[in-house]
C-alpha cells in the first residue's frame, strides 16, 4: 500500500478544493453496493481535485480524478455518480454490462478510467474510449504506473497483464460492445 507521502508525490492536488469527507465515499459505496479501493479514499481525503499522470503503453496520461460527490462550492470537473451516469447514457445496448464499472477519473481526451467490479468485489482497473482496456489488477497496482522513481525504467507495466487476461477479460462484454 502507498503512502501518504508517496501519494503526495505522485497526486498533484489541487490547493483550492477541499478534503472530502468520509460520509461522500460512505454515499458512493452505498448507491453502488460496492466497497471502494482504500488508497481511492485516502487520496479523497488528502485533497480534493486531484490529478495523476499514469503511463501506460509506453505513453503518459493525465487524469483528473472525479469528485467523491458534487460540491455546491467547488467545481473541479464532476463527481462519481454522474460520471457513471454519462458512461451508461452512450453505452446504448450494452448498458446493463457496466452497470457495475464505477468511473473514477477521465483524461484531456475524454477517456474514463473506470474500477471494474462485475467479476470481483476488488476491481480491476480499466480504460473505457473507444475501446475498452485492461489496465491492472487494482487500483493499487494503477497507481506503481505513476510513482516517479520507475518512470525512466518502464517498457511494459510490472507485472504485466498477458493478451490471454486481457482477451479473457474481453470476453465478458457483451457482443454488440
Known amino acids: 500500500m502507498t503512502s501518504d507521502e508517496q501519494l503526495r508525490q ?3 492536488f489541487s490547493k483550492s478544493a477541499p478534503i472530502e469527507p468520509l460520509e461522500a465515499a460512505s454515499h458512493v459505496e452505498k448507491h453502488f453496493a460496492i466497497t471502494l479501493p482504500a488508497t481511492l479514499k485516502r487520496i479523497h481525503r488528502l485533497g480534493g481535485g486531484s490529478s495523476v499522470k499514469v503511463y501506460f503503453d509506453e505513453e503518459w496520461s493525465g487524469c483528473d480524478l472525479h469528485a467523491l460527490v ?4 467547488e467545481h473541479y470537473g464532476t463527481d462519481i455518480l454522474t460520471a457513471h451516469e ?7 445496448q450494452c448498458r446493463a454490462a457496466f452497470r457495475r464499472v464505477i468511473p473514477f477519473a477521465q483524461d484531456g481526451a475524454g477517456a474514463q478510467f473506470c474500477l471494474d467490479y462485475r467479476t470481483q468485489e476488488d476491481p480491476l482497473v480499466a480504460k473505457c474510449d473507444w475501446d475498452y482496456q485492461l489496465l491492472a489488477r487494482s487500483f493499487d497496482e494503477f497507481l ?6 520507475k518512470r525512466p525504467l ?3 507495466p510490472p ?10 477479460f474481453l470476453s465478458l462484454l457483451p457482443e454488440y460492445w
Open 86 to 92: 454519462r458512461l451508461l447514457a452512450q453505452l446504448d
Open 154 to 156: 518502464w517498457t511494459l
Open 10 to 12: 505522485i497526486i498533484q
Open 144 to 149: 506503481t504506473h505513476a510513482l516517479p522513481e
Open 159 to 168: 507485472n504485466a497483464i498477458s493478451e490471454h487476461e486481457h482477451q479473457q
Open 70 to 73: 458534487t460540491n455546491p462550492f
